[in-house]
């Protein structure tokens, strides 16, 4: 359906967060970029609806528009499918990153932010 345009905040140095939303049915994110913060972790709130899921999605792409999205994963290997509201961590550190909803009904509304964590210098 659509693509979502996150909002982009740094709250405190070393730290980004992209918040996605609302995010209904057949919506994804717009990719963002986030090779410089190795720790990252993703949130998903909001109303899942009938059968709602939130696809965390990433890929080495370094092109503007990538087609070739992973679903990845947390660091015990578990998906990174929300089927509720829920924080997680990520484990892969891809170039880019982005929230696709893949399932819902005329309820479902969610948002999602990612939070990366630059490396200490």
């Not at 996605?20 to 899942?48: L, R």
């Not at 080495?60 to 087609?67: F, N, Q, S, V």
């Not at 015990?76 to 929300?82: A, E, H, K, R, T």
């Not at 509201?85 to 484990?91: D, F, G, H, S, T």
Request: glycine letters at 12%.
């Amino acid at each position: 359906m659509a693509v979502i345009t996150p909002t982009t905040r740094t709250p405190k140095h070393g730290i980004v967060l992209f918040t996605w939303g609302p995010m209904v049915n057949g919506d994804t994110g717009a990719p963002v970029q986030a090779p410089d913060y190795p720790d990252k972790s993703v949130m998903v709130t909001g109303t899942f609806g009938a059968g709602g899921n939130c696809r965390i999605q990433g890929t080495l792409e370094t092109i503007t528009t990538p087609t070739l999205w992973q679903t990845l994963a947390d660091p015990q290997g578990n998906v990174l499918d929300f089927g509720a509201a829920k924080v997680e961590a990520i484990l892969e550190n891809t170039f880019q990153y982005r929230p696709n909803v893949t399932a819902g009904d005329g309820t479902t509304s969610l948002t999602v932010v990612l939070q990366g964590r630059a490396q200490p210098s």
